[in-house]
């Protein structure tokens, strides 16, 4: 562990996109620190959360206004949100409905979520973290949807962090590379597609959801306190090379 048990103790977390993948990674290392918390997704039945966690699991989809005001409504407080549903749909987004679709998710989801929380968040002095991507800094043919979502995500998370800092709230962004999950499971199994992901990338494998959880834990640590605006890359030097 990065930071000793108990840091997050007494602090409520709501992660969306927090039942699979990259999300899940974050619920499992916020819980390990002691926070309580909200793991929200599709599919949240399936679910399960790591034995010992303080984790309730939610479903739902963060294009819905009712049931994102419901699950804020539902905390008493919350102290930390981090903004993990997404959605990619390759080659499909070049379709406009298809398109508007992953912004939906990925990007007005993110701010829905965020507004919603606001309050609750400067009452804690609470803090977000959204999921950019490597994406938000260079272009992908093959999904300009995810792309333009995501580096919406990044440029958000700036205004938000300047508009939220009054009331006590950073906001900042982790920004993963190459990550090992089921979304990438196909890239990872074909050695002509992985290879040069692979050889571009420094530090020479795939990343995991437990290194992108812990840039996460310590964005909402205090050891961030005076960041805000930050969009982290956790890439292995992907964007460098």
């Known amino acids: 562990m990065t930071f000793e048990p108990n840091l997050l103790r007494g602090k409520t977390a709501i992660v969306t996109g927090g039942t699979t993948g990259i999300g899940a990674g974050i619920v499992e290392a916020l819980s390990g620190l002691g926070a309580r918390v909200v793991a929200v997704g599709i599919g949240a039945a399936a679910y399960r959360a790591p034995a010992g966690a303080d984790v309730v699991a939610r479903e739902l989809d963060v294009t819905d206004d009712a049931g994102v005001a419901a699950l804020v409504d539902s905390c008493e407080r919350i102290d930390i949100v981090v903004n993990c549903a997404g959605i990619i749909r390759r080659v499909e987004e070049h379709q406009l409905d298809v398109f508007e679709r992953v912004l939906a998710v990925n990007l007005t989801g993110t701010m829905r979520v965020c507004t919603a929380a606001r309050s609750k968040l400067a009452a804690s002095s609470g803090c977000i973290v959204n999921t950019a991507s490597m994406l938000s800094f260079f272009g992908g043919s093959l999904v300009p949807a995810y792309s333009a979502s995501k580096g919406g995500v990044a440029q958000l998370t700036k205004s938000l962090a300047l508009a939220y800092a009054p009331d006590g709230i950073r906001v ?9 999950t089921p979304l990438t499971q196909a890239l990872q199994d074909d050695p ?37 605006g930050v969009i982290l890359p956790v890439d292995g030097g992907y964007l460098i090379a």
């Not at 900042?172 to 090992?180: D, K, L, S, T």
């Open 172 to 180: 900042n962004a982790v920004a993963p590379g190459w990550i090992a």
């Open 192 to 228: 002509a597609r992985s290879q040069p992901i692979l050889s571009r990338t420094p530090l020479g494998r795939w990343g995991t959801p437990h290194d992108v959880a812990q840039a996460v834990s310590f964005l909402v640590s205090p050891a961030a306190s005076f960041m805000t």
